[in-house]
């Protein structure tokens, strides 16, 4: 099956800033990666996807970049504001389901 | 469209109570999934339907567990009897497809 790593952990950054948050994945076949933004007590929501047919897809200040040579992803937030602090999430296709990854908890400070 | 629904949002239960999760997915979605997210880990997919039919069951952790869809716009997940180690939160997903998932607001199960 589909293995997915996510790094870091936890990010903090200064409001403002730009973050970066990296996925790798290991099914060469797979060819759809979608993020999703979790907030305290809440479900988590789709922000962007990227399929595999295109390098780099923006979406306002969220970026999400795919080479698929590496088996890598990431995901680009610019000029970063409080409401940004949650938990993110990538993830990867498998058995026509989705393998996430461990998430990262990304704090903004005002 | 009001999005996934699930109910309830919590659920405090004693150890060997059974359990029941409800899902209504978002209408028009042919799949539906079955998510269970603690600290250890993460977030693990436990079973999905497409069409009304379980496809893959494999991540339920054991004979405890059960999931059922008797028509398209409700599924249950069913846990007897329950242990305190199955607190978690439980999320349902739906998606016309196999991509793009829609989470409900989740389920938060303490088992004491």
């Known amino acids: 099956g589909e293995n997915v790593e996510q790094h870091p952990s936890t990010l903090s950054v200064q409001e403002g800033d730009s973050a970066v948050i990296k996925c790798t994945y290991s099914?060469?076949?797979?060819?759809?990666f979608p993020w999703y933004k979790q907030e305290l007590g809440k479900g988590p929501q789709l922000i962007i996807d990227?399929?595999?047919?295109?390098g780099e897809k923006k979406d306002q200040r969220i970026a999400v970049t795919l080479n698929k040579t590496a088996k890598h992803f990431s995901l680009h937030i610019t000029e970063t504001q409080p409401e940004d602090s949650a938990v993110y999430f990538c993830?990867?296709?498998?058995?026509?389901?989705?393998?996430f990854g461990s998430g990262t908890r990304l704090q903004v400070q005002p | 469209d009001a999005g996934v629904i699930q109910s309830p949002r919590h659920e405090v239960t004693e150890m060997g109570q059974e359990v029941t999760l409800r899902c209504k997915p978002i209408?028009?979605?042919?799949?539906l999934f079955w998510y269970r997210q603690t600290m250890m880990r993460g977030l693990e997919l436990l079973i999905y339907?497409?069409?009304?039919?379980?496809?893959?069951d494999s991540g339920m952790p054991e004979d405890r567990f059960s999931a059922k869809m008797p028509n398209a716009s409700f599924s249950t997940l069913k846990i007897q009897p329950s242990e305190p180690r199955d607190s978690a939160v439980y999320f349902c997903?739906?998606?016309?497809?196999?991509?793009?998932?829609?989470f409900g607001p989740g389920t938060r199960l303490t088992v004491l």
């Open positions: 997903a739906s998606s016309f497809g196999s991509d793009t998932q829609y």
């Open positions: 990227i399929r595999s047919n295109v």
């Open positions: 339907f497409n069409n009304n039919v379980p496809i893959d």
């Open positions: 099914d060469s076949a797979s060819n759809y």
């Open positions: 209408s028009g979605h042919d799949y």
């Open positions: 993830a990867a296709p498998s058995r026509r389901a989705l393998t």
